[in-house]
C-alpha cells in the first residue's frame, strides 16, 4: 500500500511503449525501497488505452503503486503540466525519493519539478546507493548518494540531499539493470484526479492544470527510423585500422551479430571504405554508453575514447599492449584479434 | 511596437579539458583558481542566437552572468560580439550555489530587469553538465520552457496586440520535435544551433583597448562594494572617453533577495565525496589471449549481466 516515504520512478512512455531506463529504474527503486522497508511507487501519464495497460507492466518490474494520470491534455509530454502533475503527487503522497531517466525529457521535467518543490536534484546520475551522510555534527542515516560523473568525467561525485525531500535524481540509460518482469506480482493502480481550469487555483491537495500550462504545444514529432541504432545498442563491436582489411571486418560483423550488438568503427577504419560513416563512433561520429563496447583493432585517440569512454564497460583487444585504447579499457587483451575475435565468439556461444 | 527584450544567461566555466588534481577542494566545491577560465560553450551559441535575432527583429540583448569579479570577462566577450547591456551578479552571498540557488539568484535578476520576451541560455554547462539552471530558472519566473533546442524556426515579435510566439525545434532520441510557445519563454540552446561569432575586432578595440589604457584600474571597480554600475568606455576623436556599455553590478541586497535561498545555505544539495577518475584510473585487467582466459572473461561479463 502507499505511504510516505516511498520510492518513486517517474515513467516515461511514448505511445504506449515504456523508456527501458523507466524500467529500469523501477528495478532498482525496489532495491533501494528493500533496504529502506518502504513500498516504491511509479508515476504513469498519457491518453490511451496503451497507457493504460502499462500499469501492470509496471507492477510485475517492481511498482508497488501505480499512479495512474489518464488524460486528453496530457497525452504528449509538455513540461508544464507534467510538473504540476509530478509536484501535485508528490506534496500529497510524501515520497521520499523520486527518480527519472536522464533522457531529453527527464532533463527537461525534473529540474521544473525540483524548482516546484525547492529540493535537490542530482542529474545524470550513474549509481545509487543508500547510506549515512555526517557533517558538522549532525548525521543523517538512509540517504540516496547520488553519485555521477562531472567536470567532463574527469571526476566522480557523490551527492547528497540531506534536509530536504524527496530526494531527486535523473538516472542514465542502461546503467542499472534490467529487472525480470515477474508477473505474480501485485500491486495497486491509483487513479489521479486531475482538474483543468482557465485560472489558477490555489489548493494544496489538488491538481489543478490551468490555461497558462498549455503555453507551450507540440507541433511535430518526428522518430527517424535509424538503420544503425549504435545509440540504443547495449552491446557495441567497434572496428579499427588494427583489423586490416573489408574482410577482417566481417570477423568484427559476426562478432556483434554473436553478442546481440551493433557494429561500430573508429574514424580509420570508416576513412578506409570498410564500413559506412553512420558506424563511427567518435567526436565526430556517434557517442555511445553501451553495457559493453569492445574495441578491437582500436588504437584509442582522445576522439575515438569520447565518443565511448562512458560505457559501462570496455574490451580492449589491440596487438600493441601500450595502445591507449587500454587506459580506458577495463579488460584488455594483448593479442592478435584474428584469433582473439572467434575465440570469444566460441566461448559465447558455449555459455549463453 | 515595443521593442524585443532578450536576456541571455552565461556562465564562466573551468576549462573541464584540462582538468588537474587540485581542481577540487577539500569541501568538495570546485577550486576554479587552479583552472583556466573559458565561456561555457553552448552559453555562446544561446547569445549567437539573440544576436541573429537582434538583426531580424530589432532586440535589446542583456547578458547575465553570476560569479566571481573575475567573470565579468564573459561579460566582455559578450560586448564584444554585440550585446548592449550586461550585468554581473556578484556577492558572497551567491557562493557556493548549487542549481537551485543559481537559478533563483537568475530569476530575481530577470525580474529586476522588468521581465523580458526571450530567456536564452546554454542546454548546460561543461563544469557540472547538468542542464537543469535554464528549467529551473523557468519556473521560478513562471515561464514556459523549450529546452535543448536545435534551431528557433520562427520568431514573432510581441506587437501591441500581442504577446509574441516563437517556435522552436529540440533534439530527442533518435529524432526531433518541434514546439510553439507564447512569449515569455525560456529556451536553452545546444550547441548544434549555430557557429558562434568571434569577438568583433571592432568592439574589442571599442571596449579592450579602452579599458587598458584610459582606465588603468578599470577590474577594480568591479571589487568596490561601493559601486553598483562600473562604465565600459572607448576613446572618442578627441582622445577621451565616451562611455558606451555600462557593466552592472548587482548584489543581494540589489537583487532584494531572500538570503535563505541564495549559494551554500539556499542549495540542498551537498557534495559528499570527489573520486578523482584522473588519478584512480587503474590499467585494464588484462586477459589471456587464449581459450581458457577469454572464456573465463565471456563467463564474468554473462555473469554480471554484462552480456545478455
Known sequence: ??????????????????????????????????????????????ASEAVRALAPALIARGADTVYLADREDLGDYLALPYTR???????THGPQIVLYGATTTGRDLAPRVASALRTGLTADCTDLRIGDFSAQGETYSDLLFQIRPAFGGNIIATIVSPEHKPQMATVREGVMVMPEADDSRTGTVVTVPVERSSAPVASADRIVLTDTDFAVRLVKRVQEEKRVDLKGARVVVSGGVGVGSREGFALVEELARTLGGVVGASRAAVDAGWVGHEHQVGQTGTTVRPKLYIACGISGSVQHRAGMDQSARILAINSDPGAPIFSVAHYGIAGDLHKVIPLLIQAYRTKA | MPQLRIVVLVKQVPDTANVTGDAMKEDGTVNRAALPAVFNPEDLNALEEALRLKVRHGARVTVVTMGPPAAVQVLRESLYRGADEVILLTDKAFAGADTLATSYALSLAVRKLGGCDLVLCGRQAIDGD??????????????????????????????????????????????????????????????????????????????????????????DTYLDPESDAAEVCMLGRDGKPVCRAKVVQWDHLALEADREALGLRGSPTRVKEIESVVLAQSEARMVEADEAGVAALVHELIEEHILG
Not at chain 1, 531506463?21 to 511509479?42: D, I
Request: proline share 6%; hydrophobic share 45%.
Open chain 1, 85 to 91: 502533475l509530478v509536484a501535485g503527487l508528490v506534496r
Open chain 1, 1 to 46: 500500500m502507499a505511504s510516505p516515504g516511498d520510492v518513486w520512478v517517474v515513467v516515461e512512455q511514448h505511445d504506449g511503449v515504456a523508456a527501458e531506463v523507466s524500467l529500469e529504474l523501477l528495478g532498482r527503486a525496489r532495491e533501494l525501497a528493500g533496504r529502506l522497508g518502504v513500498g516504491t511507487g511509479a508515476v504513469l501519464a498519457g
Open chain 2, 130 to 219: 547538468t542542464a537543469q539552471v535554464g528549467p529551473q530558472t523557468a519556473e521560478k519566473l513562471g515561464y514556459p520552457q523549450i529546452t535543448c533546442v536545435s534551431r528557433i524556426d520562427e520568431l514573432v515579435a510581441p506587437a501591441d496586440v500581442a504577446h509574441g510566439a516563437v517556435t522552436a525545434t529540440r533534439s530527442i532520441e533518435g529524432g526531433f520535435e518541434t514546439l510553439a510557445s507564447s512569449l515569455p519563454c525560456l529556451l536553452t540552446i545546444t550547441g548544434e544551433a549555430n557557429e558562434p561569432r568571434p569577438a568583433s575586432v571592432k568592439l574589442v578595440m571599442t571596449y579592450k583597448g579602452i579599458a587598458a589604457e584610459a582606465m588603468p584600474d578599470y577590474d
